[in-house]
Protein backbone atom coordinates (compact mmCIF):
# COMPACT_ATOMS: atom_id res chain seq x y z
CA UNK A 1 0.00 0.00 0.00
CA UNK A 2 1.26 3.07 -1.13
CA UNK A 3 2.19 6.35 2.04
CA UNK A 4 1.38 9.04 1.53
CA UNK A 5 3.31 12.36 2.68
CA UNK A 6 2.55 13.56 5.70
CA UNK A 7 -0.16 16.49 6.11
CA UNK A 8 -1.25 15.60 3.13
CA UNK A 9 -3.71 18.07 1.48
CA UNK A 10 -6.87 15.39 1.89
CA UNK A 11 -5.75 15.48 5.79
CA UNK A 12 -6.27 19.35 5.71
CA UNK A 13 -9.79 18.91 4.18
CA UNK A 14 -10.88 16.16 7.05
CA UNK A 15 -9.86 18.47 9.46
CA UNK A 16 -12.13 21.30 7.85
CA UNK A 17 -14.98 19.21 7.37
CA UNK A 18 -15.09 18.25 10.86
CA UNK A 19 -14.42 21.62 12.52
CA UNK A 20 -17.70 22.46 10.34
CA UNK A 21 -19.78 20.96 12.94
CA UNK A 22 -23.17 19.93 11.58
CA UNK A 23 -26.13 20.68 13.62
CA UNK A 24 -26.32 17.42 15.74
CA UNK A 25 -23.22 18.32 16.74
CA UNK A 26 -23.60 21.60 18.14
CA UNK A 27 -21.80 20.52 21.05
CA UNK A 28 -18.29 20.10 19.20
CA UNK A 29 -18.67 23.45 17.52
CA UNK A 30 -19.22 25.09 20.98
CA UNK A 31 -16.35 23.91 22.26
CA UNK A 32 -14.60 24.91 19.48
CA UNK A 33 -15.79 28.39 19.81
CA UNK A 34 -15.12 28.29 23.78
CA UNK A 35 -11.42 27.16 22.93
CA UNK A 36 -10.99 29.84 19.87
CA UNK A 37 -12.18 32.72 22.33
CA UNK A 38 -10.21 31.61 25.37
CA UNK A 39 -6.55 31.21 23.54
CA UNK A 40 -7.95 34.87 22.02
CA UNK A 41 -8.39 36.56 25.03
CA UNK A 42 -5.18 34.85 27.13
CA UNK A 43 -2.94 35.85 24.24
CA UNK A 44 -4.12 39.50 24.26
CA UNK A 45 -4.11 39.66 27.78
CA UNK A 46 -0.27 38.71 28.02
CA UNK A 47 0.45 41.02 25.02
CA UNK A 48 -1.15 43.84 26.78
CA UNK A 49 0.33 43.14 29.92
CA UNK A 50 3.87 43.01 28.38
CA UNK A 51 3.63 45.81 26.56
CA UNK A 52 2.10 48.00 29.62
CA UNK A 53 4.90 46.89 31.98
CA UNK A 54 7.50 47.41 29.26
CA UNK A 55 5.69 50.98 28.21
CA UNK A 56 6.13 51.71 32.17
CA UNK A 57 9.89 50.67 32.72
CA UNK A 58 10.75 52.76 29.72
CA UNK A 59 9.40 55.89 30.71
CA UNK A 60 10.11 55.25 33.71
CA UNK A 61 13.85 55.20 33.18
CA UNK A 62 13.60 57.68 30.42
CA UNK A 63 12.28 60.24 33.23
CA UNK A 64 15.14 59.33 35.24
CA UNK A 65 17.62 60.01 32.74
CA UNK A 66 16.35 62.87 30.97
CA UNK A 67 15.59 65.05 34.33
CA UNK A 68 18.35 63.56 36.91
CA UNK A 69 22.31 63.08 36.30
CA UNK A 70 23.87 59.87 35.56
CA UNK A 71 26.13 59.83 37.93
CA UNK A 72 26.56 62.24 40.88
CA UNK A 73 29.92 63.02 42.34
CA UNK A 74 29.69 64.63 45.65
CA UNK A 75 32.53 65.51 48.25
CA UNK A 76 32.77 63.17 51.24
CA UNK A 77 34.36 66.35 53.01
CA UNK A 78 37.52 68.14 53.81
CA UNK A 79 39.57 70.52 55.96
CA UNK A 80 39.78 73.97 54.55
CA UNK A 81 43.18 76.23 55.21
CA UNK A 82 41.40 77.82 58.51
CA UNK A 83 40.40 74.20 59.89
CA UNK A 84 36.42 74.37 59.10
CA UNK A 85 35.02 71.03 57.70
CA UNK A 86 33.09 71.50 53.97
CA UNK A 87 31.30 68.75 51.76
CA UNK A 88 31.76 70.97 48.89
CA UNK A 89 34.29 71.34 45.98
CA UNK A 90 36.39 74.52 46.01
CA UNK A 91 38.20 74.13 42.41
CA UNK A 92 34.86 73.13 40.81
CA UNK A 93 35.18 74.44 37.27
CA UNK A 94 38.79 72.39 37.18
CA UNK A 95 36.72 69.31 38.23
CA UNK A 96 34.33 69.73 35.62
CA UNK A 97 36.83 70.17 32.89
CA UNK A 98 38.54 66.44 34.63
CA UNK A 99 34.85 64.92 34.50
CA UNK A 100 34.27 66.17 31.08
CA UNK A 101 37.33 65.13 29.53
CA UNK A 102 36.57 60.87 30.67
CA UNK A 103 35.73 59.31 27.41
CA UNK A 104 32.04 58.62 26.87
CA UNK A 105 30.74 61.84 29.29
CA UNK A 106 28.59 64.72 27.28
CA UNK A 107 28.54 67.19 30.45
CA UNK A 108 29.55 67.64 33.81
CA UNK A 109 27.97 70.42 35.47
CA UNK A 110 28.73 71.99 39.02
CA UNK A 111 25.77 72.06 41.37
CA UNK A 112 24.15 74.02 44.04
CA UNK A 113 21.27 72.56 45.97
CA UNK A 114 19.50 73.22 49.00
CA UNK A 115 16.21 72.43 50.32
CA UNK A 116 13.34 75.57 50.53
CA UNK A 117 10.15 76.89 51.19
CA UNK A 118 8.18 78.02 48.80
CA UNK A 119 5.19 80.72 48.65
CA UNK A 120 3.13 83.02 46.77
CA UNK A 121 0.50 85.70 46.79
CA UNK A 122 -2.08 82.90 45.08
CA UNK A 123 -1.40 80.12 46.98
CA UNK A 124 -0.48 77.64 49.73
CA UNK A 125 3.27 77.06 50.56
CA UNK A 126 4.96 74.21 49.78
CA UNK A 127 8.20 72.61 50.12
CA UNK A 128 11.05 72.78 47.37
CA UNK A 129 14.22 71.87 46.30
CA UNK A 130 16.45 74.07 44.63
CA UNK A 131 18.87 73.07 41.88
CA UNK A 132 21.96 75.80 40.85
CA UNK A 133 22.55 75.67 37.55
CA UNK A 134 24.16 77.48 34.48
CA UNK A 135 22.41 78.53 32.23
CA UNK A 136 24.32 76.12 29.33
CA UNK A 137 23.73 72.90 31.21
CA UNK A 138 19.99 73.83 31.98
CA UNK A 139 19.48 73.98 28.19
CA UNK A 140 21.24 70.60 28.03
CA UNK A 141 19.07 68.75 30.34
CA UNK A 142 16.78 66.63 28.19
CA UNK A 143 13.40 66.73 29.74
CA UNK A 144 14.11 70.47 30.67
CA UNK A 145 16.09 72.35 28.64
CA UNK A 146 15.52 73.21 25.06
CA UNK A 147 12.96 70.58 23.34
CA UNK A 148 11.19 69.75 26.45
CA UNK A 149 7.37 70.54 27.17
CA UNK A 150 7.94 73.64 28.70
CA UNK A 151 6.91 77.19 28.36
CA UNK A 152 8.58 80.69 29.01
CA UNK A 153 11.82 81.70 27.53
CA UNK A 154 14.90 80.01 28.66
CA UNK A 155 17.32 82.64 27.93
CA UNK A 156 16.04 84.65 30.42
CA UNK A 157 16.99 82.44 32.93
CA UNK A 158 19.69 83.98 34.40
CA UNK A 159 17.04 86.85 35.56
CA UNK A 160 15.06 84.59 37.58
CA UNK A 161 14.44 81.01 38.24
CA UNK A 162 12.81 77.73 36.39
CA UNK A 163 10.22 75.80 38.47
CA UNK A 164 8.39 72.78 37.56
CA UNK A 165 5.09 72.51 36.19
CA UNK A 166 3.64 71.07 39.69
CA UNK A 167 4.80 73.94 41.60
CA UNK A 168 3.16 76.47 39.22
CA UNK A 169 0.22 74.41 39.68
CA UNK A 170 0.11 73.94 43.57
CA UNK A 171 1.14 78.11 43.73
CA UNK A 172 -1.05 79.11 40.71
CA UNK A 173 1.34 81.06 39.10
CA UNK A 174 2.90 81.00 35.58
CA UNK A 175 5.46 83.32 33.92
CA UNK A 176 6.35 86.59 34.66
CA UNK A 177 5.50 85.68 38.05
CA UNK A 178 6.82 86.10 41.10
CA UNK A 179 7.23 83.97 43.97
CA UNK A 180 9.29 83.79 47.40
CA UNK A 181 11.87 81.15 48.44
CA UNK A 182 12.55 80.55 52.11
CA UNK A 183 16.33 79.10 53.53
CA UNK A 184 16.42 77.87 56.34
CA UNK A 185 20.21 78.82 56.58
CA UNK A 186 20.48 82.13 55.39
CA UNK A 187 21.59 85.28 56.69
CA UNK A 188 24.06 85.25 59.39
CA UNK A 189 24.00 87.93 61.94
CA UNK A 190 25.55 88.69 65.43
CA UNK A 191 22.50 86.77 66.68
CA UNK A 192 23.10 83.51 64.81
CA UNK A 193 22.09 82.64 61.63
CA UNK A 194 18.31 84.26 60.54
CA UNK A 195 16.11 82.48 57.40
CA UNK A 196 16.68 83.95 53.66
CA UNK A 197 14.01 84.80 52.31
CA UNK A 198 14.37 86.43 48.14
CA UNK A 199 11.51 86.95 45.48
CA UNK A 200 12.55 86.04 42.32
CA UNK A 201 10.60 86.25 38.79
CA UNK A 202 9.91 82.82 36.98
CA UNK A 203 11.19 82.79 33.62
CA UNK A 204 10.62 79.39 32.84
CA UNK A 205 7.88 76.87 33.32
CA UNK A 206 9.67 73.09 32.73
CA UNK A 207 7.08 69.62 33.03
CA UNK A 208 10.30 66.58 33.14
CA UNK A 209 7.44 63.79 32.79
CA UNK A 210 7.77 62.76 36.71
CA UNK A 211 4.98 64.17 38.82
CA UNK A 212 7.91 64.22 41.87
CA UNK A 213 10.20 66.07 39.82
CA UNK A 214 7.88 68.67 38.87
CA UNK A 215 6.24 69.20 41.94
CA UNK A 216 9.78 69.63 43.95
CA UNK A 217 12.36 71.05 41.67
CA UNK A 218 13.52 74.52 41.17
CA UNK A 219 16.37 76.07 39.15
CA UNK A 220 18.37 78.99 39.88
CA UNK A 221 21.68 80.44 38.28
CA UNK A 222 24.45 79.09 39.80
CA UNK A 223 26.13 82.22 41.11
CA UNK A 224 22.45 83.25 42.35
CA UNK A 225 22.48 80.01 44.49
CA UNK A 226 25.89 80.25 45.60
CA UNK A 227 24.98 83.71 47.00
CA UNK A 228 21.34 82.48 48.67
CA UNK A 229 22.45 79.47 50.19
CA UNK A 230 26.02 81.19 51.12
CA UNK A 231 28.51 78.83 49.32
CA UNK A 232 30.12 81.64 47.65
CA UNK A 233 33.42 79.90 45.46
CA UNK A 234 32.05 76.62 46.10
CA UNK A 235 29.93 73.52 44.22
CA UNK A 236 28.16 71.29 46.13
CA UNK A 237 28.22 68.10 43.51
CA UNK A 238 28.47 67.48 39.69
CA UNK A 239 26.10 66.20 36.96
CA UNK A 240 27.47 64.16 34.89
CA UNK A 241 25.99 62.71 31.96
CA UNK A 242 27.05 60.05 30.06
CA UNK A 243 26.48 58.24 26.25
CA UNK A 244 25.44 55.02 27.60
CA UNK A 245 23.98 54.72 30.63
CA UNK A 246 22.53 51.48 30.55
CA UNK A 247 26.60 50.71 31.20
CA UNK A 248 27.29 53.45 33.74
CA UNK A 249 29.23 51.19 35.85
CA UNK A 250 32.00 51.57 33.49
CA UNK A 251 32.59 55.36 34.76
CA UNK A 252 32.63 55.07 38.22
CA UNK A 253 36.13 54.35 38.50
CA UNK A 254 37.50 57.49 36.09
CA UNK A 255 34.42 59.50 37.71
CA UNK A 256 36.45 59.10 41.49
CA UNK A 257 40.11 59.13 40.07
CA UNK A 258 39.02 62.76 38.13
CA UNK A 259 37.06 64.38 40.84
CA UNK A 260 39.60 63.62 43.52
CA UNK A 261 40.97 62.14 46.77
CA UNK A 262 37.67 62.88 48.89
CA UNK A 263 35.03 62.39 46.11
CA UNK A 264 31.92 59.88 46.15
CA UNK A 265 30.16 59.10 43.09
CA UNK A 266 26.06 57.93 43.29
CA UNK A 267 24.46 56.73 39.93
CA UNK A 268 21.28 56.28 38.51
CA UNK A 269 21.14 52.89 38.86
CA UNK A 270 21.69 53.34 42.94
CA UNK A 271 18.96 55.96 43.01
CA UNK A 272 16.58 53.72 41.08
CA UNK A 273 17.62 50.53 41.43
CA UNK A 274 15.60 48.87 43.91
CA UNK A 275 12.73 49.86 41.80
CA UNK A 276 14.08 48.51 38.55
CA UNK A 277 14.51 45.53 40.11
CA UNK A 278 11.30 45.18 41.88
CA UNK A 279 9.52 45.23 37.98
CA UNK A 280 12.15 42.93 36.98
CA UNK A 281 10.35 40.33 39.47
CA UNK A 282 7.12 41.05 38.70
CA UNK A 283 7.54 41.17 34.95
CA UNK A 284 8.74 37.59 35.59
CA UNK A 285 5.42 36.78 37.68
CA UNK A 286 2.67 37.84 35.62
CA UNK A 287 4.58 36.55 33.16
CA UNK A 288 4.12 33.26 34.76
CA UNK A 289 0.74 33.88 35.74
CA UNK A 290 -0.55 34.38 32.35
CA UNK A 291 1.33 32.00 31.07
CA UNK A 292 -0.87 29.53 33.33
CA UNK A 293 -3.61 31.77 31.49
CA UNK A 294 -2.81 30.83 28.25
CA UNK A 295 -2.14 27.02 28.97
CA UNK A 296 -5.81 26.87 30.82
CA UNK A 297 -7.00 28.15 27.66
CA UNK A 298 -5.31 25.87 25.58
CA UNK A 299 -6.90 23.01 28.19
CA UNK A 300 -9.76 24.11 26.32
CA UNK A 301 -8.77 22.42 22.99
CA UNK A 302 -8.20 18.90 24.70
CA UNK A 303 -11.99 19.13 26.06
CA UNK A 304 -13.00 20.03 22.41
CA UNK A 305 -10.88 17.66 20.32
CA UNK A 306 -12.46 14.39 22.83
CA UNK A 307 -15.83 15.00 22.50
CA UNK A 308 -15.03 15.59 18.70
CA UNK A 309 -13.17 12.28 18.87
CA UNK A 310 -16.05 10.60 20.43
CA UNK A 311 -18.54 11.40 17.82
CA UNK A 312 -16.62 10.53 15.03
CA UNK A 313 -15.72 7.50 16.08
CA UNK A 314 -17.60 5.51 13.45
CA UNK A 315 -16.15 8.36 10.70
CA UNK A 316 -12.31 6.97 12.69
CA UNK A 317 -13.53 3.43 11.61
CA UNK A 318 -14.14 3.23 8.18
CA UNK A 319 -11.20 5.69 7.74
CA UNK A 320 -8.92 3.07 8.94
CA UNK A 321 -10.62 0.10 7.21
CA UNK A 322 -10.36 2.14 3.78
CA UNK A 323 -6.44 2.28 4.50
CA UNK A 324 -5.85 5.14 6.58
CA UNK A 325 -3.04 4.88 8.76
CA UNK A 326 -2.53 5.53 12.84
CA UNK A 327 -0.58 8.58 11.77
CA UNK A 328 -2.76 9.92 9.13
CA UNK A 329 -5.78 10.13 11.60
CA UNK A 330 -3.24 11.57 14.31
CA UNK A 331 -2.53 14.40 11.87
CA UNK A 332 -6.00 15.36 10.83
CA UNK A 333 -7.18 15.69 14.62
CA UNK A 334 -3.73 17.72 14.94
CA UNK A 335 -4.73 19.54 12.79
CA UNK A 336 -7.91 19.86 14.15
CA UNK A 337 -6.51 21.58 17.67
CA UNK A 338 -3.57 23.27 15.68
CA UNK A 339 -6.04 24.83 13.79
CA UNK A 340 -7.61 26.41 16.75
CA UNK A 341 -4.83 27.37 18.69
CA UNK A 342 -3.23 29.28 15.53
CA UNK A 343 -6.47 31.13 14.69
CA UNK A 344 -7.07 32.44 18.35
CA UNK A 345 -3.32 32.85 18.56
CA UNK A 346 -3.78 35.16 15.64
CA UNK A 347 -6.51 37.13 16.69
CA UNK A 348 -5.01 37.63 20.26
CA UNK A 349 -2.20 38.87 18.38
CA UNK A 350 -4.18 41.51 16.72
CA UNK A 351 -6.49 42.64 19.45
CA UNK A 352 -2.75 42.46 21.55
CA UNK A 353 -1.08 44.86 19.42
CA UNK A 354 -3.98 47.45 18.77
CA UNK A 355 -4.49 47.78 22.27
CA UNK A 356 -1.07 49.09 22.55
CA UNK A 357 -0.67 50.88 19.92
CA UNK A 358 -4.06 52.84 20.36
CA UNK A 359 -3.57 52.76 24.35
CA UNK A 360 -3.95 56.39 24.84
CA UNK A 361 -7.34 56.81 23.68
CA UNK A 362 -8.51 54.28 24.94
CA UNK A 363 -7.31 54.80 28.18
CA UNK A 364 -8.83 58.24 28.22
CA UNK A 365 -12.03 56.76 27.29
CA UNK A 366 -11.49 54.07 30.45
CA UNK A 367 -11.11 57.34 32.17
CA UNK A 368 -14.16 59.35 30.66
CA UNK A 369 -15.99 56.63 31.80
CA UNK A 370 -14.89 56.03 35.41
CA UNK A 371 -15.81 60.04 36.08
CA UNK A 372 -11.71 60.81 35.93
CA UNK A 373 -9.05 60.17 38.15
CA UNK A 374 -8.32 56.81 37.18
CA UNK A 375 -4.67 57.51 37.12
CA UNK A 376 -2.79 59.07 40.11
CA UNK A 377 0.49 60.41 38.86
CA UNK A 378 1.30 61.00 42.71
CA UNK A 379 1.23 57.09 43.52
CA UNK A 380 2.51 55.99 39.80
CA UNK A 381 5.06 58.70 39.41
CA UNK A 382 4.47 59.10 35.07
CA UNK A 383 1.35 60.90 34.50
CA UNK A 384 -0.09 58.64 31.66
CA UNK A 385 -0.01 54.51 31.27
CA UNK A 386 2.66 53.82 28.95
CA UNK A 387 2.61 50.83 26.53
CA UNK A 388 5.62 49.72 24.30
CA UNK A 389 5.08 47.14 21.96
CA UNK A 390 8.51 44.89 21.39
CA UNK A 391 9.04 42.30 19.06
CA UNK A 392 10.46 40.00 21.52
CA UNK A 393 7.27 40.03 23.95
CA UNK A 394 4.84 38.77 20.81
CA UNK A 395 6.99 36.66 19.96
CA UNK A 396 7.22 34.80 23.52
CA UNK A 397 3.59 35.19 23.44
CA UNK A 398 3.04 33.46 20.18
CA UNK A 399 5.57 30.36 20.99
CA UNK A 400 3.77 30.29 24.08
CA UNK A 401 0.29 29.37 22.74
CA UNK A 402 1.70 28.03 19.77
CA UNK A 403 3.42 25.12 21.79
CA UNK A 404 0.88 25.12 24.23
CA UNK A 405 -1.78 24.47 21.85
CA UNK A 406 0.03 21.85 19.66
CA UNK A 407 1.31 20.40 22.43
CA UNK A 408 -1.95 19.33 24.53
CA UNK A 409 -3.13 18.76 21.15
CA UNK A 410 -1.45 15.90 20.62
CA UNK A 411 -3.00 13.59 23.53
CA UNK A 412 -6.29 13.38 21.84
CA UNK A 413 -5.33 13.38 18.48
CA UNK A 414 -3.32 9.72 19.91
CA UNK A 415 -6.18 9.04 21.36
CA UNK A 416 -8.08 8.89 17.85
CA UNK A 417 -5.33 7.13 16.18
CA UNK A 418 -5.12 4.09 18.66
CA UNK A 419 -8.81 3.64 18.11
CA UNK A 420 -9.59 0.04 16.99
CA UNK A 421 -11.49 0.13 13.99
CA UNK A 422 -13.52 -3.05 14.69
CA UNK A 423 -14.52 -1.52 18.16
CA UNK A 424 -15.51 1.62 16.61
CA UNK A 425 -17.94 -0.36 13.72
CA UNK A 426 -19.20 -3.09 16.34
CA UNK A 427 -22.67 -1.64 16.83
CA UNK A 428 -23.02 0.02 13.46
Given amino acids: MAQTAPFSRFEFMIAWRYLRAKRAEGGVSVMTWISLIGITLAVFALIATLAVRA ?33 AFQDYDLVAQNLSAIPGVTRAAPLIKGQVMVTSAQGPSLGAEVFGIRLEDLKAIPRVGVGSDAYGNIDDFDRGIAIGSGIARELGVT ?42 RIYMPFTEAQSYFNREGLADEFEVMVTDPENIDAYAMPALAAAGEDALIWTWRDAAG ?6 DIEDNVMFIILSILVLIAAM ?39 FTGVVGTAMGVAFGCLFAIYIDPIFSFVNYMAGGGVWDPSIRGIYALPAKLQ ?35 RYE
Fill in 55 to 87: GFRAEFVDTILGANAHVTVYSAGHATDDGRMIK
Fill in 175 to 216: VGDRIRLVAPSGVKTAFGTSPRVNAYEITYVFTAGRWDIDKT
Fill in 274 to 279: SFLRAL
Fill in 300 to 338: NIVSGLIMLVKNKGRDIGILRTMGLTEGAVLRVFFLCGA
Fill in 391 to 425: WVDVASAVGLSLGLSFIVTIFPARRAARMNPVEAL
